[in-house]
Nanobody, 112 residues
Framework: QVQLVESGGGLVQAGGSLTLSCAPS????????MCWYRQAPGARELVARI????STNYADSANGRFTISRDNIAVYLHMVDLKSEDTGVYYC?????????WGQGTQVTVFS
């Protein structure tokens, strides 16, 4: 069973920055995609993803402010200029073929 260990959430003032980390129990490069999702009241939405080849995609709300990256250990979500609407639980997701796995989630709260 793949495990994803997230860290880096917290309380931050609007305009500030945070970096989230997600370390899988297998090699980063064993997954087709590594993604970050956000869950606020309502649906869980895709914020950013990175493919095994290094291609990245972002939600419109994240474009220009969030950066997804990786190294041999973890995938990261660097967030700047945070807004109150960025508040939510951020989940790491890893997918391979038809299977996917989720981390436990890390809370990000942006206050004014």
């Amino acid at each position: 069973q793949v495990q994803l260990v997230e860290s880096g959430g917290g309380l931050v003032q609007a305009g500030g920055s945070l970096t989230l980390s997600c370390a899988p129990s297998e090699s980063i490069f064993d997954f087709n995609y590594m993604c970050w999702y956000r869950q606020a009241p309502g649906a869980r939405e895709l914020v950013a993803r990175i493919s095994v080849g290094g291609s990245t995609n972002y939600a419109d709300s994240a474009n220009g402010r969030f950066t997804i990256s990786r190294d041999n250990i973890a995938v990261y979500l660097h967030m700047v200029d945070l807004k109150s609407e960025d508040t939510g639980v951020y989940y790491c997701n890893a997918s391979r073929m038809s299977r996917n796995w989720w981390g436990q989630g890390t809370q990000v709260t942006v206050f004014s």
